[in-house]
Nanobody, 124 residues
């Protein structure tokens, strides 16, 4: 089993920055993909970024491209989401998730493990 714990959420002004962290523990595999999802009230959960533990594959949603950067530290089993130029529409609960396949990044049902979520609120 894999356990994921997110941290780093909070309240920021529009245009500000936050860095989210996701620490993974338990049994992990080199083929795993780590994804960041967000869900705002009344909206579906969407994938904003993903990265493979090996192979160097990354994905970023068009809505965050150029503003959000996903990265990882394999030695620490930790994935990060650096968020800059934040907008009020970025307000959501952000979740870290893990899956084995690298063929697709975005479907939430493809992910096997989920963190508890961390709230990001961007004020205008």
């Amino acid at each position: 089993q894999v356990q994921l714990v997110e941290s780093g959420g909070g309240l920021v002004q529009a245009g500000g920055s936050l860095r989210l962290s996701c620490a993974a523990s338990g049994r992990t595999f080199s083929s795993y993909v780590m994804g960041w999802f967000r869900q705002a009230p009344g909206k579906e959960r969407e994938c904003v970024a993903a990265i493979s533990w090996s192979g160097g594959l990354t994905y970023s949603a068009d809505s965050v491209k150029g503003r959000f950067t996903i990265s990882k530290d394999n030695a620490k089993n930790t994935v990060y989401l650096q968020m800059s130029s934040l907008k009020p529409e970025d307000t959501a609960v952000y979740y870290c998730a893990a899956k084995r396949s690298t063929s697709s990044f975005t479907p939430p049902l493809d992910y096997d493990y989920w963190g508890q979520g961390t709230q990001v609120t961007v004020s205008s």
